[in-house]
Structures are given as structure tokens and as C-alpha cells.
T-cell receptor
Framework: EPEVTQTPSHQVTQMGQEVILRCVPI?????FYWYRQILGQKVEFLVS????????KSEIFDDQFSVERPDGSNFTLKIRSTKLEDSAMYFCASSEAGSDGYTFGSGTRLTVV | QKEVEQNSGPLSVPEGAIASLNCTYS??????FFWYRQYSGKSPELIMF????GDKEDGRFTAQLNKASQYVSLLIRDSQPSDSATYLCAVTDGGFKTIFGAGTRLFVKA
């Protein structure tokens, strides 16, 4: 079964450092997403990406965040200057159509110290 | 602020029983409705979606949608211990964002 691949599975970084989280969506999917889940809390929308541009973003997705599709397979989330409150599980997801349910990756646990 | 509300549980049912999970949403413009299952420490996994009023069945799972009442439910028949997980209700308005509820924890006792 096709899957969304995320790396690394766990990242520890110092406050103020930049991190890049990587994702390989399912190859025939056209819509890509980043969500995050702080421990014990809801899955929160960060950003959606379609046709090589951001289609929607949340209030959380401020100037510290950026996304990129550097080639035909990878989809990345960059956090420029990490804060303690950025510690969370970050999920990449993809879907074939915008109204479809998602296939989620296994997540990257980001710990900011 | 668009909201998706779920009872956090835990909901405890004996093996073989029917588990009933409920969800309400605030945005009347919502168009697509999803149920995801999330095991502890894992990512959400799509189990059902429903777009139209009424019932939709897939194996042991039945999703029910009532747009007038802004209510979605998930029934799990013949519950198994492996169904023990957190069930997330999720809603989209036809745009590019899905809003998730906080989830209901289900325990199925063997």
C-alpha cells in the first residue's frame, strides 16, 4: 500500500535553531499538507500546498514557517528559529483530491530544548 | 472559529458490542466528514468518509451524517480489543483545510 514517508522520526534542536522536516508524499497525490499535534492536544492544521504554491495556511503558520517542494518527490517544512512551544509531533499528509481524506505520514517528533 | 466537538471519553464497551461515537460541528457550510483512528503514539489513519446525509457502511463501520443537526456519528459493530484507540472526527468546508476534533478514546474490553 502506498505510504507517506517522513524523516527524521525524531529531531531534538536547541531553541533558535532552524529545522527542516522532510516528507515524501504518495506519488500520484496532488495535495500536500502539514499538521501538528502537541502532546495530548488536537491535530492542528498548519498549511496546504497545491500546484506548487500554498493554498491555505493557519494563524500558526507565521513568518517562521515555510514550505517547499524542491523536486518532484519531496515536500519540506522549515521552521526558521524554533521556540519551545514548537515542540510537537509534525505530520505530513497527502491526498489525491482536495476533498478526499488524507494519508498521513508516521510523523516527526520535534523537541525544542 | 469553526469547531468540531467530541466527547473525550473514555468510552468503554465489551468485546462484541456496538461502539457509538458522536461528533458535532459548528460550520453549516461543512461539506466533507471523516473519521480517523489514532493509536497511541501513531499517526491518524482514515477509516471512513461521508458527504451526504444518511448512513454509509463499510465492513463493521457505519458513518451517519445529519447536516440539519450538524451531527456525525460512527458505529463500530462487533467491537474488538484491536479497535481500542482514539477516534478523530474531522470536517472540511470544501477548502484546503480539515478541522479535527479532540477525539474520543475507545476501550474495548476482552
Amino acid at each position: 500500500e502506498p505510504e507517506v514517508t517522513q524523516t527524521p522520526s525524531h529531531q531534538v534542536t536547541q531553541m533558535g535553531q532552524e529545522v527542516i522536516l522532510r516528507c515524501v508524499p504518495i506519488s500520484n497525490h496532488l495535495y500536500f499538507y502539514w499538521y501538528r499535534q502537541i502532546l495530548g492536544q488536537k491535530v492542528e492544521f498548519l498549511v496546504s500546498f497545491y500546484n506548487n504554491e500554498i493554498s491555505e495556511k493557519s494563524e500558526i503558520f507565521d513568518d517562521q514557517f515555510s514550505v517547499e517542494r524542491p523536486d518532484g518527490s519531496n515536500f519540506t517544512l522549515k521552521i526558521r528559529s524554533t521556540k519551545l512551544e514548537d515542540s510537537a509531533m509534525y505530520f505530513c499528509a497527502s491526498s489525491e483530491a482536495g476533498s478526499d481524506g488524507y494519508t498521513f505520514g508516521s510523523g516527526t517528533r520535534l523537541t525544542v530544548v | 472559529q469553526k469547531e468540531v466537538e467530541q466527547n473525550s471519553g473514555p468510552l468503554s464497551v465489551p468485546e462484541g458490542a456496538i461502539a457509538s461515537l458522536n461528533c458535532t460541528y459548528s460550520d453549516r457550510g461543512s461539506q466533507s466528514f471523516f473519521w480517523y483512528r489514532q493509536y497511541s503514539g501513531k499517526s491518524p489513519e482514515l477509516i471512513m468518509f461521508i458527504y451526504s446525509n444518511g448512513d454509509k457502511e463499510d465492513g463493521r463501520f457505519t458513518a451517519q451524517l445529519n447536516k440539519a443537526s450538524q451531527y456525525v456519528s460512527l458505529l463500530i459493530r462487533d467491537s474488538q480489543p484491536s479497535d481500542s484507540a482514539t477516534y478523530l472526527c474531522a470536517v472540511t468546508d470544501g477548502g484546503f483545510k480539515t478541522i479535527f476534533g479532540a477525539g474520543t478514546r475507545l476501550f474495548v474490553k476482552a
